[in-house]
């Protein structure tokens, strides 16, 4: 209660006004947590082991997400302070991107590791599969895939 309380009275005290959508994080914070429990779910499954490497990975990874929007927030207020209202919601709407991203970075991951589980099973060929090629953007007739194989040399044989 009293870190909650003083963060509030520092915030307060910055005059930060500009925060991400709250929702949008929440939903972040959401993904976070399921794929984090997803990866172990996918070592349990494949009988690996869970190292403290792979806790660190997600301790870097949720600090990396952390700064980045940190960094972005500090953007955003700072021109909000300098009332330059045009870069302030352009760095408003970077910061709420930026969240959207990073939330579907996490979507891809939990795709990947539920895939990774058991791809013979029936729920992994015909729908994990699609999802996860759909996020990952190999889709079977995208124009971009198919402009770059007829200009490699290797597959025009």
Avoid at 62 to 67: N, V
Avoid at 75 to 103: E, P, R
Avoid at 119 to 139: A, G, R
């Amino acid at each position: 209660m009293k870190s909650i309380f003083l963060a509030a009275s520092l915030a307060t005290l910055l005059k930060i006004s500009i925060f991400p959508n709250t929702s949008l994080l929440l939903w972040m914070i959401i993904a976070l947590c399921i794929d984090f429990i997803t990866g172990i779910l996918k070592s349990y499954s494949l009988q690996q082991a869970r190292t403290s490497q792979g806790f660190r990975k997600t301790v870097t990874k949720i600090s990396q997400y952390g700064l980045c929007i940190v960094g972005s927030m500090v953007f955003a207020n700072v021109a909000d302070q300098k009332s330059m209202d045009t870069a302030a919601t352009m760095l408003y709407m970077f910061s709420d991107g930026l969240v959207v991203f990073l939330t579907y970075i996490e979507l891809t991951s939990i795709f990947e590791n539920l895939y990774e589980m058991n791809p013979t099973s029936k729920l992994s060929q015909y729908f994990i599969k699609y999802v996860l090629n759909i996020l990952t953007f190999q889709l079977k007739n995208n124009p971009v895939t198919k402009i770059t194989k007829s200009n490699d040399p290797e597959t025009t044989v």
